[in-house]
């Protein structure tokens, strides 16, 4: 039986949403929540597992959002882009005060301020202990930071993907307007594409499926729910192949 001291996995991929570092505040960057999502992440790097992050910027910016009135997608998708930069470097400094080493890499080239992203470095720092930050998404346009995040956990091998969010699970309808809203605990890819669940988007979970990727989405709001999920307890849901069972 797994316990708290029992890690589930031994390299895992955490995405956190621009949208999660707001805080209370709505906009930019809360230190409070950078310290409360260092120490969640400080007590899984405690148990001697690998972790690496992706991070979004819809807290600064978001590049759909833009598009849609008007800003040309491809140039909207660079400044989103830089603005994970931001947060990747905002949390990279808040790891570091809580005696995490961490590495920030990123899809565009931007010596100055971090790494390129080159898969043997980023394992290699992973096996030295380092938490990497992958930034800058995938470097392409049309392409979400979840995406990003699939793509990632599938090049560095991650025992899992790690969503973390606001609401503690997948949900058969919307749970802010439905109040008969169920949470789901487990679910296959394809009944998540099916149902056009709100999860990840298509392109990520098709890249989780077909490389069968587990997906595990949680409310990151809740003390302690990270280790709970590296340490395999029953929380959120996960996303997984139908085969597995439940």
């Given at each position: ?201 298509s392109t990520a979970i098709s890249l989780a499926m077909d490389n069968r ?34």
């Amino acid at each position: 039986m797994t316990t708290m001291s029992s890690p589930k996995y031994k390299r895992v991929l955490v995405k956190l949403s621009g949208e999660v570092l707001t805080g209370d505040q709505g906009f930019g960057i809360s230190p409070e929540m950078l310290n409360y999502l260092s120490e969640e992440i400080r007590s899984v790097y405690d148990l001697g597992i690998q972790i690496a992050l992706v991070v979004g910027g819809g807290n600064i910016f978001r590049g759909v959002a833009a598009a849609s009135y008007g800003m040309d997608r491809t140039s909207a998708d660079h400044i989103g882009m830089l603005a994970t930069v931001i947060n990747s470097i905002a949390l990279q400094d808040a790891l570091e005060k809580k005696g995490i080493q961490t590495r920030v890499q990123t899809a565009i080239e931007m010596s100055a301020v971090a790494e390129p992203y080159i898969l043997r470095r980023a394992t290699r720092h992973l096996e030295k202990g380092r938490t990497v930050i992958f930034a800058a998404g995938t470097g392409n346009p049309y392409f979400t930071t979840d995406t990003a995040a699939a793509l990632r956990a599938q090049e560095i091998r991650a025992d899992v993907l790690i969503k973390a969010t606001k609401v503690d699970g997948v949900y058969d309808a919307d749970p802010a307007t439905d109040p008969h809203a169920k949470k789901i605990d487990s679910i296959s890819y394809l009944e998540v594409l099916r149902r056009q669940l709100k999860v990840m988007d298509s392109t990520a979970i098709s890249l989780a499926m077909d490389n069968r990727l587990p997906v595990v989405v949680f409310n990151l709001k809740v003390k302690g729910n990270l280790r709970r999920v590296v340490c395999g307890e029953n929380v959120g849901t996960c996303v997984k192949e139908a085969s597995e069972g439940d």
